[in-house]
């Protein structure tokens, strides 16, 4: 009897056992991720679709990749990548190009940015944005909370800088790119000039040899890797306006809990970049104005949220008005 008892309590314990390690294996994707790369591409909108880029074609061969998410009203950089950022809409933020290079941002800023929320429940974080276009790291990234802030206005030297700071052994939580040579040439030739899609071909090079940097280094089998754009161009170049070219944008996701050929949800964003990238790492959202949100068919077993609308409404309706014209427009 005494031996049947223990053979019930060992099966029981180690059923027990088992049932933990299930559960843990079924994890959220929430704090899944140790770090999180972010590159973004000035004004590439949903033309990567359209170019040659073996590149990001391989990294998000098993990733989860959108076309169609949706820039700020206001399709310029500064309204964009400050939207990216900090996940609050331009309405709220004013971070137009004019703003983010003449004012800087400190810490205690009312729209904090992912590298901000990072910094305060974590002082020990690594963190670092390279840029091309200075701007950002001027206006919209805090100055006073310990982010490594690069500029180099060539992508070429920006991607040796990078390449040279993983080789360094630098492993950031989290690490900002932004190459400006796509958005260069769309302002030369537009959205359906050659050297646009030439220079797609050339940044691609270059987003190859990042990710290949951090694979040689051991940082991807824990990371979270978006690519994203601000805004696209119009067929003349330039952007601004509320035209599909301008508008719609790139959002790439690759790592261990993004849904295999995931199609994001038609309420994406470029700007829910932001809700991705704390979910990641695993910070609770903000609260008050933070109106990024998890897209549905991105992460394994984690269902699209709806975005907070009460929070920012007259970025609801005016983004809505917005789009409705937008699709009228497309059509005639
Ligand atoms: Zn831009």
Redesign the pocket.
Known sequence: MKKVLSVILVAVLLLSVAAIGFAEEKDSTFGAYKRVFIIGI??AGRFIKDADTPNFDRIFKDGAVDYTARAEVK????P??GAILTGVSYFKTKLDNGVVGDVERGADTDYPTVFNYIRRANPDAVLASYCN?SSINHGIVENDIGVEKVNIGDDAKLTDAICEYFDAGNDPELFFVQF?SV?HEGHSVGSKGEAFFNQMNVVDGYLGRVYDTLEENGLLDDALFIVT???GHTTIGG?GGITMRETNVTVAAAGKTVVKGGKFDSDTRNRDVAAMTLYALGYEKPEEDFTARIPANLFEEVEGEARPVSKDFADYIISALAWVVTLITSIV
Not at 75 to 78: A, V
């Open positions: 000035d004004g399709t310029d950089s500064g964009n990548w276009w400006d958005d754009a601000d805004h952007h």
